[in-house]
Every structure is written in C-alpha cells, then in structure tokens.
C-alpha cells in the first residue's frame, strides 16, 4: 500500500495533522515550517525502518533529539538551539493530538524536554553606510531593479519581517498617512507601521514605471511581483537580498533580516523608545527587542570614553 493511502502511517497521519493545523488558521509560514520540520522527523524514522505512527516510542524521540544535537552542516556547524527545540515542538503537537483523537495509544512525546532557546546577539548589523551602498546595487533603469530598490527601501524603512513582506497587497500602503498595514503577521496579529518619504517615493516609483510591465493582469493584488509577474517567493526573495549585498561589496553573509537589524538598531541608536520599537518590529515579548539593546553599543562606547581612566588625559608627575 502506498504510505500516502495508509492511514496509520506516519505520511498519512502528518498530512492530517497540517490539515488540522490549517483549520486553526495558522499562517502559510507557520504551516510550512511545521511541514519542514515533520518531514526531516519522518526521513529519519525510514533510514531506521520505521513507516507507522504506532511504531514511535520515547526511544525513538530521544533518539532523534541526540542526532539532531550531533548533527553537522555541511559547513561543520551544529544546529542551533532554537532549531533543534523547533524541530521537537512539532512533535509534541503531533503526538498530543495523535493521541487526543484515539489515533495512538500514548504519547511517546510527552515528557520530553525540550532545548533551551540560545538567545544569540545578530552577528552582523549593517551600519548606515552600509545600507546606503546596498540600496545603490540594483539598476533602477530596469523594471526588476526598480522593484529591488523598492523592496530594500521597504524593508530598511519597516522592519517588516520576510513573508510580511511579500504578503503585501496594493493597498496595505497609506501614501497619505505613510502608514503599512500587515495583515496576520507572526502570531496571526495585524499591526500598522510607519514608513518613510524616501521608501514611499520609490515604491509609488515601482507602482507606476515598473510594476505594470511586470503584470498586465489586474486582477493580481500583491505589491511586489516576479519578473513572471507572480509574487515573489520567500527563497527567490531571500537570494535575491543576498546577491545584493554581496554586490554592495560587504562580505559578512547577507539576508533580509539583516536590514531588519539595522532598522532597529538605527532607531534605537538615534533615542527611540524600545517599547515602540517593539511594535514595530511585531515582537510580542520585549525580551526579543531587548536583544538590540546589546547590539547597539554608541552609548556603551560613550560611557567608557567618559569614565574609563585608560581614556582619560594623562596627568603630569610633578
């Protein structure tokens, strides 16, 4: 029988429980990060034989936990926490609600602990400089290069995360309030932000030169579309972000959140409240914002400058 049509194999029973995930209106990111996550779950179960949910006990999670801890990237590095524990938590909603529907006679994820989360400082925050040369790579006398400007500008100006981003429909800018509106951000919460001049000018740029050459079809609503005149995917957008900034001649990595970073950082530098940084950014936790607080060092550098004896004037010996 093919798993896909077995109904007590793991196949099956995980398509159910997205099926379930779905109708509890998670986002389509959340949904497929869980997706993402299962199915690495499952590839490991086959390389060890196992195709059935009734198969999974407590050995086999732990197990899992232990080769995800030991796990390598082709690069030599581990998983970070916050994967590893992502990874897991999936399974322990899997199983609680394999079990709660009589699918499984017990949880064989219930008692596991999970990692603790790593709260790690962003190891590159672009300085404005930096995003001033970023936001000259693309060639604004094209069509893609225009809508590439448009996007960096957004970002840079937003905060907004990735799939925000591309979420964005005609309309969600307010050119005379200079206001966004993301609708079911991370946590399925709408909220409003404030976006620049400079931003709004080249985007209402893209609107009118370029975003008509890149679909005649007016019945699509996304505001930022594909050189096919689709909306732009998250990995298409992620490797575009990346080539730009390499582009720009800065070789300390490149992504969208970088310019996420440098939004905050750059408010939070120039006396803006954290708390309305944090509404800003979507963070539900002040913890999450409170991270830019250990990025930003200008006042620490000042705070040394003024105190540290090693800074002060030497004082002649009489």
Request: a positive charge; hydrophobic letters at 40%.
């Amino acid at each position: 029988m093919n798993p896909s049509d077995d109904p007590h194999s793991l196949l099956f029973l995980m398509g159910r429980f997205i099926q379930h995930l779905r109708i509890r209106q998670y986002t389509a990111q959340g949904l497929h990060n869980k997706e993402k996550s299962l199915r690495y779950f499952r590839v490991f179960c086959e390389q060890v034989a196992i195709t059935q949910a009734r198969q999974i006990t407590r050995a086999v999670i732990l197990n899992y936990q232990s080769y995800l801890y030991h796990y390598r990237k082709p690069d030599g590095a581990a998983l970070a926490g916050g994967t590893q524990k992502e990874r897991l938590s999936v399974l322990t909603g899997l199983f609680s609600w394999l079990t709660k529907e009589g699918l499984i006679l017990y949880n064989p994820a219930s008692d596991i602990e999970l990692p603790r989360k790593t709260h790690r400082l962003p190891k590159i925050v672009l300085n404005p400089g930096e995003v001033e040369a970023v936001m000259n790579v693309p060639d604004v006398d094209t069509a893609i290069g225009l809508r590439d400007r448009a996007i960096l500008e957004t970002f840079y100006s937003c905060g907004m995360r990735r799939f925000e981003l591309i979420g964005l429909n005609i309309g969600d800018i307010d050119f005379d309030r200079e206001l966004v509106r993301i609708d079911l951000g991370k946590g399925q919460k709408d909220r409003i932000i404030p976006i620049g001049q400079r931003a709004l000018r080249w985007v209402e740029k893209y609107q009118v030169e370029a975003r008509p050459l890149l679909c005649a079809n007016i019945s699509q609503r996304k505001l930022f579309l594909s050189a096919f005149g689709e909306p732009i995917t998250l990995s298409r957008l992620s490797t575009k972000i990346h080539n730009i900034i390499a582009k720009a001649g800065l070789t300390r990595g490149g992504s969208c959140h970088q310019l996420r970073h440098a939004f905050a950082t750059a408010l939070l530098e120039a006396g803006c409240d954290i708390r309305h940084i944090q509404e800003m950014l979507g963070h539900a936790n002040l913890k999450s914002t409170e991270i830019y607080t250990h990025v930003s060092v200008k006042a620490l550098k000042e705070a040394h400058q003024r105190y540290h004896p090693a800074r002060m004037p030497e004082v002649a010996v009489s």
